[in-house]
């Protein structure tokens, strides 16, 4: 697996650097402020995990880093680099930063096998052999190489979501993205998606993750953030954040959340 994109070849020169970096980031929906002055640095190899109530801004924030939300104003950067406005250069990025998404946004009409090999063909140029060959070892990977030749309504829920970070894997992504991606699981289905994310933060991928799932905060996050009204409110490692919450907003939601 040798195939090296040109962002590959020019980030060589800045990969001492946080691999993501968000300064003064601000969005509104209209009236509603979402992102309030977001300052956030990545490092490689770390896993950021995003906590907070409902309407606080999490997967916006999350969404703003390959783009599929705009910003009013401030700055992000991938890897050293700004992030493109549109075309190509987006495109190129959107394959650099891998998505899993809370619904599996799988190609309904594609197998299991096509939906993970399509991406590599079109966007990173990889030979089909060859993208067909990292598919299979792909979802071997995360539990489903059996599927490969079922199209996604013949599989589970949970198998689905597995089909999908296979499918963000293939790309070779230098960061990977989850905003809730086990939020629409049936709960028996939610462990064997969480063991395929710890699997990925344990071989070092960076992640940021945002999730209910206080479990795999504790366990795979580097960091916690904790967010509210579209600010982030407090940062901590997991031990301390769950231990000893510093802000009144945190020991709130934690007192609702964990004694439930």
Same mark, same amino acid.
Do not use: W
């Given at each position: 697996?040798?195939?090296?994109?040109?962002?590959?070849?020019?980030?060589?020169?800045?990969?001492?650097?946080?691999?993501?970096?968000?300064?003064?980031?601000?969005?509104?929906?209209?009236?509603?402020?979402?992102?309030?002055?977001?300052?956030?640095?990545?490092?490689?190899?770390?896993?950021?995990?995003?906590?907070?109530?409902?309407?606080?801004?999490?997967?916006?924030?999350?969404?703003?880093?390959?783009?599929?939300?705009?910003?009013?104003?401030?700055?992000?950067?991938?890897?050293?680099?700004?992030?493109?406005?549109?075309?190509?250069?987006?495109?190129?990025?959107?394959?650099?930063?891998?998505?899993?998404?809370?619904?599996?946004?799988?190609?309904?009409?594609?197998?299991?096998?096509?939906?993970?090999?399509?991406?590599?063909?079109?966007?990173?140029?990889?030979?089909?052999? *060859?993208?067909? =060959?990292? /598919? !299979?070892? &792909?979802?071997?990977?995360?539990? %489903?190489?059996?599927?490969?030749?079922?199209?996604? $309504?013949?599989?589970?829920?949970?198998?689905? *979501?597995?089909? =999908?970070? /296979? !499918?963000? &894997?293939?790309?070779?992504?230098? %960061?990977?993205?989850?905003?809730?991606?086990?939020? $629409?699981?049936?709960?028996?289905?939610?462990?064997?998606?969480?063991?395929?994310? !710890?699997? &990925?933060?344990?071989?070092?991928?960076?992640?940021?993750?945002?999730?209910?799932?206080?479990?795999?905060?504790?366990?795979?996050?580097?960091?916690?953030?904790?967010?509210?009204?579209?600010?982030?409110?407090?940062?901590?490692?997991?031990?301390?954040?769950?231990?000893?919450?510093?802000?009144?907003?945190?020991?709130?939601?934690?007192?609702?959340?964990?004694?439930?």
């Amino acid at each position: 697996m040798t195939e090296e994109t040109v962002s590959d070849t020019a980030s060589d020169a800045v990969a001492t650097g946080p691999l993501v970096s968000l300064k003064g980031v601000d969005k509104h929906y209209g009236a509603l402020h979402v992102l309030q002055d977001i300052n956030l640095e990545i490092a490689r190899g770390e896993v950021v995990v995003l906590i907070g109530p409902s309407g606080s801004g999490k997967s916006t924030l999350c969404r703003t880093i390959n783009r599929l939300e705009t910003i009013d104003s401030g700055s992000i950067a991938i890897d050293g680099r700004p992030l493109p406005a549109e075309g190509k250069e987006l495109a190129r990025l959107r394959a650099d930063v891998g998505m899993v998404f809370q619904s599996f946004n799988l190609f309904a009409h594609k197998t299991v096998l096509e939906n993970v090999v399509l991406a590599q063909v079109k966007v990173r140029k990889v030979p089909r052999a *060859q993208a067909e =060959a990292t /598919a !299979r070892e &792909l979802l071997e990977r995360v539990g %489903v190489g059996a599927q490969a030749d079922k199209y996604p $309504a013949q599989l589970s829920g949970g198998q689905q *979501q597995r089909v =999908a970070i /296979a !499918r963000a &894997l293939a790309m070779k992504p230098k %960061v990977m993205l989850f905003d809730e991606p086990t939020s $629409a699981l049936d709960p028996e289905m939610v462990n064997e998606v969480l063991e395929v994310m !710890r699997s &990925l933060a344990a071989e070092g991928m960076t992640m940021v993750v945002v999730t209910h799932e206080m479990g795999f905060a504790r366990s795979a996050a580097n960091r916690v953030l904790f967010m509210a009204d579209g600010r982030i409110v407090e940062e901590n490692t997991p031990d301390a954040f769950f231990t000893a919450p510093r802000s009144d907003r945190a020991k709130d939601f934690l007192s609702k959340i964990l004694t439930h």
